[in-house]
């Protein structure tokens, strides 16, 4: 199996930057891919954006040229760089890990951007 845990949620004004992190352990040789999710209060979790095995990153529309995927292979952690952030980006960040068996979650990081 595999375990996530997210870090590198936080305070910060809009215009900033934040770096969440997400570590696997475990099982990790059978992850296709890892995906970061959100949910804002009061809202359903949405896609925020994915990395494959290969390498591949897909985004939503609403955090394209502002947020990116990567991964460190040595460190089994995948990062999101957030950059000009608003406040409607304000939201509880989860990482999610798809295997051909499973597919857990983290506990999810906050982030909360105020104006």
């Known amino acids: 199996q595999v375990q996530l845990v997210e870090s590198g949620g936080g305070l910060v004004q809009a215009g900033g930057s934040l770096r969440l992190s997400c570590a696997a352990s475990?099982?990790?040789?059978?992850?296709?891919?890892m995906r970061w999710f959100r949910q804002a209060p009061g809202k359903q979790r949405e896609f925020v954006a994915t990395i494959t095995s290969g390498g591949t990153t897909n985004y939503a529309d609403s955090v394209k040229g502002r947020f990116t995927i990567s991964r460190d292979n040595a460190k089994n952690t995948v990062y999101l760089q957030m950059s000009s952030l608003k406040p409607e980006d304000t939201a509880v960040y989860y990482c999610?890990?798809?295997?051909?068996?499973?597919?857990?979650w983290g506990q999810g990081t906050r982030v909360t951007v105020s104006s």
């Open positions: 999610n890990a798809i295997t051909p068996a499973t597919s857990p």
């Open positions: 475990g099982s990790i040789f059978s992850i296709n891919a």
